[in-house]
């Protein structure tokens, strides 16, 4: 019932994501965005329509970003967000990749799929370069979380560049 999605899904995409974003639950995603991040998008399919969808995005060798998580509001609690999840777990295993992060306010959701709660700035740089989209860039409340897969190995490449510390970066709040 999961897909890798195509360009007719985006519509169903775009509508069920943005009517979370409308309530401040996930970033907004235009058309555009749809577009341009197809690839890393997989659907859930039910009745003969598109009921949810997810993303995982690498940030780098050794780690992934499930981003854009969401089920339709009539699908919700039958168990289609935890297989979204581990879609992209399977994803990250077949491209060897070891972590897995979001950016969520769904906490207790990720903890029932094995991921825990990291500081922010434990991670790398790079997973901040959406931030200057975000309306709420300049008082970021998500919560970092990671799930690390213990049956894949690190392929030990260079190490992606750390997020300063003592840097004002706007997601991890000012540090006044
Ligand atoms: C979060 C979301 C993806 C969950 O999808 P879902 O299909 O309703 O979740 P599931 O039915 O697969 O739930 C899996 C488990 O998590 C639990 N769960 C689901 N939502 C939960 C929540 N908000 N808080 C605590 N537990 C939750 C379920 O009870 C279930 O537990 P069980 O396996 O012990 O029965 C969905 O509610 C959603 O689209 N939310 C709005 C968008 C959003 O916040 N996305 C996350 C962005 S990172």
Known sequence: MIRPATIPDVPRIAEIINSHAELGKMLFKSYAQLYEDLRDFGVYEADGQVVGCCALTIIWADLAEVRSLAV????????????????????????????????????????????????????????????????????????????????????????ATPTPRGVSIPVLGHED
Not at 80 to 98: K, N
């Open 72 to 159: 339709d509001d009539r699908y919700r609690g039958r168990g289609i967000g935890r297989q979204l999840v581990e879609w992209s777990v399977s994803e990250a295993r077949r491209l060897s990749l070891p972590r897995l992060m979001s950016l969520t306010y769904e906490q207790a959701f990720f903890e029932k799929l094995g991921f825990v709660v990291v500081p922010k700035e434990t991670l790398p740089l790079k997973v901040w370069s959406d931030c200057v989209r975000c309306p709420k860039r300049d008082g970021c409340d998500e919560i970092a979380m990671v799930r690390v897969l213990p049956d894949v190995a690190d392929s030990h490449q260079p190490p």
